[in-house]
């Protein structure tokens, strides 16, 4: 069979384009992992590292709140830490766990006063925490969450230098999440991360926090988002965090692991997602670089499957076979990334499966939007009934 400028064309941008899309993908661009040695040697003076405030607010979670409490409360960490846990007055089953854990000296409890309206109650929450810490570094995660190791305060707190006011770390879902919720965690995280290392952090989807007292009380805590009754984290990553005044902490011992939610509350998770989003500063720039990786990635996909049909339409079997071939390449190179990235990061998805889970993101993000655009936007307020 002669070969065709078409057929030669068509092969070369399509091998071309097989080789380099997976260059335009956040899972290559990924932070790279530290080593894991959290013990007190590893520390070169575990006494300069700061006295920490835990912060939690179970909001009705009291089964979670029962269950994750011991894991706050039994870590190793010298310099010492205390556990604020704010709840409301009328919440009987919080506090009925919380008298079976009064005796500890970590623990602390205050309360959100039965008057408040018109504001969100976790955001109250948690500025009536901060405000009630006797320690400088705060550390803010959810009940949901717990920390896998007894080390996790240590870890953490080895990235709070002195020129620092806030340290973001990182939660994964546990082994029975659905292997979507996995890689989409993942996904977002990785994003979210490179932006924090390179550029001024945009917000952060891990509910787990680390900043300065100081800082929070300065900048009037929330401000001006008091009505939004989601985006805690989110609202004080953008309104706190620098390009010179955020870290990372991803040792393995600083990791956290969150219950799953259920498949309403992962629904809501994304559609309140899509209101935060137009309150949030460099909202812009954060979304270029995803869509610019997702345009390169479908459209080498479109030309695959124009590359078929035309070949078949024309009886050209080279182009056939070559996007046939240029498809398995980029298959191959992708699903590599994923099971170094999967195993780095310790995340519960098969490799082939984050290359199709890649795949669909678009679809999972056209029908998030429409179901926020059918929502009721008072949802996202507190407002008055």
Known sequence: MELSMTTLIGSGILLLLSLTTPLFSTIRRRPSMPSDDTSESA????????????????????????EHLPLYLTQDYPP??????????????????????????HLHTTFIPSTTRYMSHRKLAITLGVKASTSDWVLLCDPGCKPISQHWLLSLAR????????VLGYVRYGSEAPAYYHFERFYTTMYLFRESLNHIPYRTNCPLLLFRKSMFMEGNGYQGDLKYTIGEYDFLVNKYATE??????????????????????????????QEIREHLSRS??????????????????LLVVAGVVFSLFRADYILLGVSIASLLLNIVIRRREYRSAFREYGVSVKPWQGVVYEWSMLWHHVRTRIRYEYADKFDFISHKV
């Open 244 to 273: 010179s005044n955020t870290g990372l902490s991803l040792s393995y011992e600083s990791w956290m692991e969150e219950d799953v939610p259920t498949e309403k509350g992962w629904q809501n998770i994304h559609i309140f997602y």
């Open 159 to 166: 990235e709070c230098h002195p020129h620092r006011s806030m």
């Open 284 to 301: 812009f720039r954060h979304r270029l670089l995803y869509n610019v990786d997702h345009f390169l990635l479908h459209f080498f996909l």
């Open 43 to 66: 520390v070169s003076d575990v006494s300069a590292l700061p006295r920490l405030t835990i912060i939690l607010t179970p909001q009705g979670n009291s089964r979670q709140l029962d």
């Open 80 to 105: 010492g830490y205390e556990i604020i846990v704010v709840s409301s007055l009328t919440d009987s089953g919080i506090d009925d766990v919380l008298k079976r854990y009064r005796s500890h000296a």
